[in-house]
Nanobody, 118 residues
């Protein structure tokens, strides 16, 4: 059973920064793509950012472009989301996902809470 484990969420003031991490628990995985969604209270889950393994191309939603940066460390099999200039609207549960090569399925982490508040 593939498990993705996120960390790095928390409470931060507007304008602050956080870095989220996501790594599989107990195994090394190859991904077609890996990235992040988020879900704010009362809203649908939305795609935030992802990185394609084939060419390292990245995607960012318009709402985070220029503020968030996705990266990965293959040696650690970990993907990061550096979030700068955080806004109140960035408050959400952030979910890591990975499209795994071995079985072609998408797996999700359990989510990590990010709260931006003054």
């Amino acid at each position: 059973q593939v498990q993705l484990v996120e960390s790095g969420g928390g409470l931060v003031q507007p304008g602050g920064s956080l870095r989220l991490s996501c790594a599989p628990s107990g195994s090394t995985l190859d991904y077609y793509a890996i990235g992040w969604f988020r879900q704010a209270p009362g809203k649908e889950r939305e795609g935030v950012s992802c990185i394609q393994s084939s060419d390292d191309s990245t995607y960012y939603s318009d709402s985070v472009k220029g503020r968030f940066t996705i990266s990965r460390d293959d040696a650690k099999n970990t993907v990061y989301l550096l979030m700068n200039s955080l806004k109140l609207d960035d408050t959400a549960v952030y979910y890591c996902f990975g499209d795994v090569v071995a079985d072609g399925r998408r797996y999700w982490g359990q989510g990590t809470q990010v709260t931006v508040s003054s």
